[in-house]
């Protein structure tokens, strides 16, 4: 701040209070001197001081009406619940409001439905999904069993044709010859 600008001094009904521990020098002055720190007085509070921090306006508050009345020049207290609630039923217009209200209505109503249907669909898909299991386990199982039995003919057959083969050598090359096997 260049030496040639003056600070800005409190009006003489008003005294900043001193901050122990800060010398002016040192606070920083973010604007110029017009807008800097500004210092006012506390209202006057009056002879009766009512325990209340706000005070009522209403007529039937006791020596706080006086005391709005006097403040007013004798004009008698407003009601600020019943007028903000005339001028609020005046200016609100409740047709959207009720028409937005049904809609809302009939949404979760439309919601709940389609959330009971899902919750129906979900246990059919379940117990579509067990019977499938189950079929399918029962598949394996069979599979199983026809791989055991194949398993089973396959070596009974490579049995009798190693036997057939030592009893029967030469009926078994002319027939070999003649029929091939699909292995070799």
């Given at each position: 701040?260049?030496a040639?600008?003056?600070?800005?001094?409190?009006?003489?009904?008003?005294?900043p209070?001193?901050?122990?521990?800060?010398?002016?020098?040192?606070?920083?002055?973010?604007?110029?001197?017009?807008?800097?720190?500004?210092a006012?007085?506390?209202?006057?509070?009056?002879?009766?001081?009512?325990?209340?921090?706000?005070?009522s306006?209403?007529?039937?508050?006791?020596?706080?009406?006086?005391?709005?009345?006097?403040?007013n020049?004798?004009t008698?207290?407003?009601?600020?619940?019943?007028?903000?609630?005339?001028?609020?039923?005046?200016?609100?217009?409740r047709?959207?409001?009720?028409?937005?209200?049904?809609?809302?209505?009939?949404?979760?109503?439309?919601?709940?439905?389609k959330?009971?249907?899902?919750?129906e669909?979900?246990a059919?898909?379940?117990?579509?999904?067990?019977?499938?299991?189950?079929?399918?386990?029962?598949?394996?199982?069979?599979?199983?069993?026809?791989?055991k039995?194949?398993?089973?003919t396959?070596?009974r057959?490579?049995?009798?044709?190693?036997?057939?083969?030592r009893?029967?050598?030469?009926?078994y090359?002319?027939?070999?010859?003649?029929?091939?096997?699909p292995?070799?």
């Amino acid at each position: 701040m260049p030496a040639t600008q003056a600070r800005y001094q409190a009006p003489s009904y008003s005294r900043p209070v001193a901050m122990p521990g800060k010398t002016p020098s040192k606070i920083p002055v973010a604007y110029p001197a017009p807008y800097g720190r500004v210092a006012i007085s506390p209202p006057q509070r009056g002879a009766s001081v009512s325990s209340s921090a706000v005070p009522s306006l209403t007529s039937d508050s006791g020596s706080n009406s006086s005391d709005c009345d006097s403040h007013n020049g004798g004009t008698p207290s407003i009601d600020l619940v019943e007028l903000l609630n005339e001028k609020l039923s005046v200016t609100v217009d409740r047709e959207p409001l009720d028409r937005s209200l049904a809609k809302q209505a009939q949404t979760s109503g439309e919601l709940n439905a389609k959330n009971r249907e899902l919750m129906e669909l979900q246990a059919l898909a379940q117990r579509r999904l067990k019977n499938n299991r189950a079929n399918f386990a029962d598949g394996m199982k069979a599979a199983k069993e026809a791989k055991k039995d194949l398993e089973w003919t396959q070596k009974r057959v490579n049995n009798l044709k190693t036997k057939t083969e030592r009893k029967y050598p030469t009926e078994y090359r002319k027939a070999s010859q003649r029929y091939p096997s699909p292995e070799h």
